[in-house]
């Protein structure tokens, strides 16, 4: 194998520094590492695939039906992009043309899996469902399917199957299925590497160190606080994870001493600190007006998700008309607002102008850039936003039939600060709960940590061949310096 590529869904430099996982730690520390910054609207691993933003290939973490409703889906594959396969290219298919072999396990959004020379395992989602079993449409060739399934190989497990389907609540269970997930994935890969005998590798580790940070930083942040409000078991859980992890980690780059490794991640992890309302900002700046009754349905709903049981949260989740129903629901009088932000999820989100065309709205297309000008004026003059260190700018010209997806006005905040409309005003501090933060803390309905802008992207063994110029700093880097190392 000449490169390995070894995905770690929500991983960042300083979780490999806790003393925890001296084998990373060593990678990590002594590699090259590239200073990364993604926007989190557009997808990471589709721009590691692609090699392109998701302005281009309208990858986005949620996207907007644009059917003349404000209609709303977090759903999206690799097939959804325009021109897949012929204009863009993902990056199995490059290296298959140019006469490598390449082995992929479980890619997010890429489902079903493609024929490629080599072998393909699709990860869970992307229209492929979250389960655990592989199915014959998640692997190419069809025939390793029966190699998964001897293996034990476990697809994916996300927080609604380990907490509402398998009611693993405590730390040491929940952790556990997500060691052995691992160890049977890194199982599987190896085997199937050496068997198809690939020049380039691409396993990610999905989910595991995003679920582990997205509960440990919390409790981590709540312990510097209070020591003696910690919930030492279940950190002690997250502790013995990272050890089984960096063990996996050992193991898989070990079986393959020659080849180049590289530890990339999507998006890093940060403690919610604040919270920021554009849709607030916007009601101020006369962008935006409420409706009649501030009382209205997604109020209400709103209001009683935390009365609701986290297992029935997950069934109405799961069911695609009631999901979509909630995430298009328009939180203000759709017939004379300017703009507005959707806010599902622990992301970043931008601002959209109401247009006539995409969204039934009362501005027309040709004065879609106007609005979206001055929209980001009135956010660059507003003194809260400077004094927090955030700023807005108009989304680049594009020619890209997926353009229109993106938003019209992109939002830049600092780690910690989290685009939601559970504040009232425009930017208002958020404070983590006073019990110990833990497995039961998901249940809550609160989010106490979300995505961060910087991915790890660390070069264990070579330098990083990328050129400041040809694109921007983000994940693409991955994919341009995977290219040209396989010219």
């Known amino acids: 194998m000449k490169v390995l590529l070894i995905g770690m869904d929500g991983a960042h430099r300083e979780a490999f520094n806790r003393g925890w996982t001296p084998f990373l730690n060593e990678l990590v520390s002594g590699g090259n590492e590239l200073a990364l910054k993604e926007d989190l609207i557009s997808r990471g691993w589709s721009e590691v695939v692609t090699g392109e933003h998701g302005l281009v290939t309208g990858a986005l973490y949620d996207r907007a039906d644009l059917d003349g409703t404000h209609g709303w889906s977090l759903n999206f594959k690799l ?57 014959s449409q998640q692997c190419h060739p069809k025939e390793i399917l029966n190699d998964l399934h001897n293996d034990g190989y476990i697809v994916d497990e996300r927080l609604g199957s380990l907490l509402a389907e398998k009611k693993l609540y405590k730390a040491s269970d929940f952790f556990y299925r997500l060691c052995k997930k691992n160890n049977k994935r890194t199982d599987s890969f190896i085997r199937l590497a050496e068997k198809f005998e690939v020049d380039f590798g691409f396993v990610v580790y999905k989910s595991s160190s995003n679920i582990a940070e997205f509960t440990l930083l919390p409790a981590l942040e709540q312990y510097k606080l209070n020591p003696e409000s910690a919930d030492m078991e279940f950190i002690g859980a997250v502790k013995d994870y990272y050890r089984n992890f960096d063990n996996e980690i050992k193991r898989l780059v070990e079986s393959f001493p020659s080849a180049e490794i590289i530890l990339v991640s999507d998006h890093s992890m940060a403690v919610r600190r604040w919270l920021v309302n554009a849709n607030s900002f916007l009601v101020e700046s006369g962008f935006q007006i ?198």
């Not at 959804?80 to 298919?93: C, H, M, S, T, V």
């Not at 939601?420 to 005003?425: K, T």
């Open 290 to 487: 409420q409706p009649k009754s501030k009382k209205g349905l997604y109020t209400l709903i709103k209001g009683l998700k935390k009365y609701i049981p986290f297992s029935l949260r997950q069934l109405i989740r799961n069911n695609k008309n009631v999901k979509h129903f909630y995430e298009s629901m328009a939180k203000f009088d759709v017939g004379s607002t300017q703009a507005f932000s959707i806010t599902i999820g622990d992301w970043n989100h931008g601002i959209f102008v109401n247009d006539a065309v995409r969204f039934g709205g009362p501005v027309p297309k040709e004065d879609i850039k106007k609005v979206a000008e001055r929209i980001v004026g009135e956010f660059n003059r507003h003194e809260s936003a400077a004094r927090h260190g955030l700023t807005a700018r108009v989304k680049p010209s594009t020619n890209s039939i997926a353009g229109k997806y993106f938003p019209d006005v992109i939002i830049d905040v600092p780690d910690g600060y989290f685009t939601s409309d559970e504040a009232s005003g425009f930017i208002t501090k958020f404070h983590l709960p006073d019990e110990p933060i833990g497995i039961k803390s998901v249940t809550k309905g609160s989010l106490l940590c979300g995505k961060g802008h910087h991915p790890l992207a660390i070069n264990a063994n070579r330098d990083w061949q990328v050129v400041a110029s040809e694109k921007g700093d983000d994940l693409r880097k991955v994919n341009q310096h995977i290219l040209k190392v396989f010219e």
């Open 79 to 135: 097939a959804d992009i325009p021109g897949i396969g012929e204009e863009i290219k993902p990056i199995w298919q490059v290296l298959n043309e140019r006469g490598y072999k390449v082995g992929v396990m479980n890619v997010p959004t890429a489902f079903p899996a493609p024929p490629v020379d080599g072998f393909f395992v699709s990860g869970g989602g992307g229209g492929g469902g979250v389960n655990q079993d592989a199915s």
